[in-house]
């Protein structure tokens, strides 16, 4: 298993740029979240998925689409990139909701 | 909106002595869960708690869920030097949508 892979790990983008950032899951997870980390914010929820098929938004999902074709996938899109989009993000999945989430460790966007 | 206050922000605690962080929501949870994150890491799930008045150990750990299910907390005992690192409460308002408290950052004097 090797769990919640993310990539790429690092990114640099220039101002409207566009990107995916990739999530997969190999532990047939129904539910995945992607959340954005800043520092002394915490992590903010952009997007969840409760099975394939089947999104919604989260705290902050301005800027971002996301879609759920298969259990195993979750890409999250940046679709023109903006400075305060720099960030940490953070895809994580969950088999149910009686457990915790598995975190991906993490994509490391800069967006100058 | 729905959102989860932690304190404290920071917490420096020599090596041994106890260490607490506390979360708060304005609104009922329906559950809350606690997360560990290393400095440059990710987090990692620690625990789920459910009930009202809810008490959980993990070895030198001990987890809280108030009886309003409004506010819990995370204990450490004696803490060493492999405690070191963030730790988040996230609450869960009755939908998939969890939220996460700021952090407490904790280091350790050795």
């Known amino acids: 298993n090797a769990g919640v892979t993310q990539t790429p790990k690092f990114q640099v983008l220039k101002t409207g740029q566009s990107m995916t950032l990739q999530c997969a899951q190999d532990m047939n997870h129904e539910y995945m979240s992607w959340y954005r980390q800043d520092p002394g914010m915490g992590l903010r929820l952009i997007h969840y998925?409760?099975?394939?098929?089947?999104?919604d938004q989260g705290e902050v999902p301005n800027g971002y689409n996301v879609s759920r074709s298969t259990t195993e996938d979750f890409p999250l899109r940046l679709l023109s990139a903006a400075p305060s989009q720099t960030s940490v993000y953070f895809c994580a999945s969950r088999t149910g909701q009686s457990y915790g989430y598995t975190f991906g460790s993490g994509t490391r966007l800069t967006v100058v | 909106g729905q959102q989860v206050m932690q304190i404290p922000q920071y917490q420096h605690v020599q090596e041994g002595e106890d260490f607490t962080t506390y979360c708060n929501s304005s609104?009922?949870?329906?559950?809350i869960q606690w997360y560990k994150q290393r400095p440059g890491g990710h987090p990692v799930f620690l625990i789920q708690l459910v009930k009202s008045g809810e008490v959980k150990k993990q070895k030198r750990l001990t987890f809280q869920f108030g009886e309003a299910k409004k506010n819990s907390s995370l204990h450490i005992t004696a803490t060493q030097t492999t405690d070191v690192g963030t730790y988040f409460c996230a609450g869960v308002f009755g939908n998939e949508k969890l939220t996460f408290g700021t952090g407490t950052r904790l280091t350790i004097i050795p």
């Open positions: 998925s409760v099975g394939a098929g089947i999104t």
């Open positions: 609104t009922t949870l329906s559950n």
